[in-house]
């Protein structure tokens, strides 16, 4: 399998967490940073840091911190709350949940776990086992996101809002270049603030003048309109909900251009809404949309309280009608991935692991979508399949953030052409810990990251043996997305004793049909175009007997399998008929064979015709007049200026790769040369056919030190059995 390596574009790469599944009993939550990162420097160790928290909590050390050494890097130890009991009230220091954020905060460099000891009733237990592990070994520290200036913290002193103070929810308007932003917390308590939920805001964080400010579609959505979508084409703005419905709503921004509904004077339609729990959602947090397939992609937050445990993204696609309908495209599992970003189910096996999905955006550059982790300060990028491509870590950028709500793209804010991050930080939950009236600490930021090019990640599957001479390949190819449309992926035969047909070679996921039994090779090759190609073999083996032997003169030339598989094919019927039992792989081609090789590789020999009388030179009654004259139709030769098309003639390497990019089908492809090989002349009339073959892997070249094309030197028959395998994939 190719090397395929996730871009972490900051800080921390994740690790694999420390788990006792089985025994957990309180919420584990993510990585809360609350204070500013510190290094492991020398002196503050990981039994230091533990105990230096220990001595200012209600907690008392039972036993293990002894075993952990000055520069431990993971270990187990035993807390004890001193003053509980089962009539007792439990400080708030004493939640098991809140001991675990205390703990990864000390310097935010440790992977922890909280498992009861003697389970009672929540909160009251004989102790807790703390299982950690120390992060510092694996952080790459980088400067690659930057908070650009000019975003402030979103306040207000009074009620009266003017402005969100827990954003949930963004989506940028291009048409008016606003963003969006809802909060999922005026209406949900009303006796500290009511009002509006919605607001349009300019990209540098600042409410316009004059404000445009709305209300969610209709009463029960006005408590928790969590997350926020917008389809540029229809000017429809998409509502999550959820506070008790679980529901999408749509809103149509009419003619104004603004979002202003609930507003006085306001144009827009409300358009519709659907439920989500019929899809199995049950916890809806935010929307998306796609526009190139005009779907929706919704997170569920059902799971977020186990580790390890499934995060779910639903595909949705809407047909207006009316009735307005919904339809599950797909449910994919976006929890956890290997380390080259592969969804993967045990927990074991994981490298990522997204702990959870509050927050989705669409990033239009690559046509990808971008997550944001309530438990951590990171953003990740996931193809539309579900691959991660890579992670952003924002701790370094932002500092302590409580809630990375969502996430929207937008033209950067200082006027230059980049497209930049928005991310809303719903901060503190008022609903929780406030007292007069809830904290305002909601934020807006405004995050740019170098989303550099990768390479595609494939892989072809497991090897496996078949007892059919028809069977499947399983390949994966994704990418990520750069360029658009860039990926393109090929199948075809590295070795084997006799010929395949792929029943659709450029896609992952195939048949492949043999021509007998034998060890086969198979390649999956992925490129974008930009990047080297990144390629991954299976191997196959045909439990059928082999394909016999065609010709005599072909054993052990190390073209052997590639004249064979023409063979099978029909391609070539060898050398010297009738008996046609020798192939004469060292002799040279001439350009009746060449047409020949051709029409047949183009599967039309079918489709020849009676004598037209296109060049002076080919004459009826020739074997090879009604292939040249095919080869003249399909528009792949028009002979010489002379009028002839001389068929004796040998042809030239040169040649050979203006014949094969017409034959099949490559023109499109070709750019100017850039002198790829080291005699290859770039004003030769087959410079850039030549270079374009040896981007399709049809060529390696004659030589590779220094890289030589042998542009006049006459095509070997064994060679181009391997020029035509290679370019029709077999």
């Known amino acids: ?7 972490n574009t900051t800080a921390r790469i994740l690790p694999r967490r420390l788990l006792e599944v089985a025994l957990v009993f309180v919420v584990v939550t993510g990585l809360l940073a609350g204070v500013p ?3 492991n420097a020398a002196g503050s160790t990981v039994a230091n840091e533990i105990a230096t928290l220990v001595d200012s909590t209600d907690w008392q050390e039972v036993d293990g911190m002894q075993h952990v050494s000055n520069n431990a890097t993971s270990g187990t130890f035993t807390l004890s709350f001193a003053g509980q009991g089962p ?14 954020q205390e703990l990864e905060m000390l310097a935010n460099i440790f992977e922890v776990n909280v498992v009861p000891l003697v389970p009672l009733p929540p909160l009251a237990t004989n102790g807790w086992k703390v299982t950690f592990v120390d992060r510092a070994a694996s952080i790459a520290m980088s400067a690659n996101d930057t908070l650009l200036g000019g975003i402030t913290a979103i306040t207000v002193a009074e009620p009266g809002l003017s402005v969100p103070i827990d954003p949930s929810g963004i989506a940028y308007i291009g048409n008016i270049d606003r963003l969006l932003v809802t909060d999922s917390e ?16 300019l990209r540098t964080g600042a409410i316009p003048n004059p404000p445009h400010v709305g209300e969610a579609p209709y009463p029960s959505w006005k408590m928790e309109p969590t997350g926020l979508a917008y389809d540029p084409v229809r000017k429809n703005v998409f509502f999550s909900n959820d506070w008790s419905t679980q529901e999408v709503a749509i809103v149509n921004v009419g003619p104004n251009g603004h979002f202003d509904w609930g507003s006085a004077g306001s144009d827009d339609v409300f358009v519709g809404s659907f439920l989500t729990s019929g899809f199995g959602l049950v916890d809806l947090e935010d929307v998306a949309f796609d526009p190139i397939s005009g779907h929706l992609f919704l997170t569920d937050g059902v799971g977020n309280q186990i580790i390890g445990g499934p995060r779910f993204i639903y595909e949705i696609s809407i047909a207006y009608g009316p009735p307005l309908t919904a339809s599950l495209v797909r449910r994919l ?3 956890k991935f290997n380390a080259a970003g592969v969804p993967v189910a045990d927990i074991a096996n994981a490298q990522y692991i997204i702990d959870d999905i509050e927050g989705i955006g669409y990033r239009a550059a690559s046509d990808t979508l971008l997550f944001t982790d ?9 193809s539309k399949d579900g691959y991660l491509i890579r992670s952003i870590d924002v701790f370094d950028a932002i500092g302590g953030l409580h809630v990375l709500a969502d996430i929207a793209t937008a033209p950067a804010s200082d006027g230059s052409s980049a497209v930049n991050m928005y991310v809303v930080d719903r901060g503190a939950d008022p609903g929780l810990d406030y007292t007069d009236k809830p904290p305002l600490d909601g934020r807006l930021y405004e995050l740019s990251a170098p989303f550099s090019n990768l390479a595609p990640f494939v892989n072809a599957g497991a090897d496996k043996t078949v007892s059919s001479l028809v069977t499947s390949l399983d390949g994966t190819a994704f990418d990520d997305g750069q360029p ?3 990926l393109t992926t090929t199948w075809s035969k590295v070795s084997g004793p006799g010929a395949v047909t792929f029943g659709n070679a450029n896609s992952v996921d195939t048949s492949i049909t043999f021509k007998g039994g034998g060890v086969f090779v198979l390649q999956l090759r992925a490129t974008d175009g930009v990047n080297p190609p990144s390629v991954d073999t299976v191997t196959v083996t045909v439990d059928q007997p082999p394909v016999a032997n065609t010709f005599i003169d072909d054993d052990g030339n190390p073209h052997e399998a590639n004249i064979e598989a023409i063979a099978a094919l029909g391609i070539t019927n ?5 008996a046609n039992d020798k192939y004469c792989p060292e002799r040279s081609v001439t350009r009746a064979e060449m047409a020949v090789f051709l029409v047949q590789s183009m599967g039309e020999a079918g489709n020849l015709s009676t004598y037209q009388g296109y060049f002076s030179d080919v004459t009826t009654g020739s074997w090879f007049t009604p292939w040249v004259e095919r080869l003249y139709q399909l528009g792949v030769t028009v002979g010489f200026p002379d009028g002839t098309y001389r068929p004796d003639k040998t042809v030239t390497r040169g040649e050979m790769a203006v014949f094969l990019v017409k034959a099949f089908d490559h023109t499109a492809e070709l750019v100017p040369p850039t002198g790829v090989f080291g005699d290859v002349d770039l004003a030769a009339f087959y410079a850039d056919d030549a270079e374009l073959i040896k981007r399709l892997g049809i060529t390696a070249g004659c030589s590779t030190s220094p890289l030589k094309y042998c542009p006049d030197n006459p095509v070997r028959r064994d060679h181009m059995a391997t020029f035509l395998a290679k370019a029709l994939g077999l």
Do not use: Q
């Open 1 to 7: 399998m190719t090397t395929h390596t996730l871009e």
């Open 37 to 39: 990162r510190t290094s």
């Open 87 to 100: 009539t007792n009230p439990i400080p708030f220091d004493a939640d098991p949940a809140v001991l675990k």
């Open 186 to 201: 005026i209406n949900e308590e009303p006796a500290f603030f009511d009002g509006v939920n919605t607001w349009e805001m």
């Open 333 to 335: 599992d976006v929890s």
């Open 374 to 382: 309530g438990h951590a300060e990171v953003i990740y990028e996931l």
């Open 484 to 486: 658009l449309d860039g």
């Open 574 to 578: 060898g050398c010297n008929p009738p």
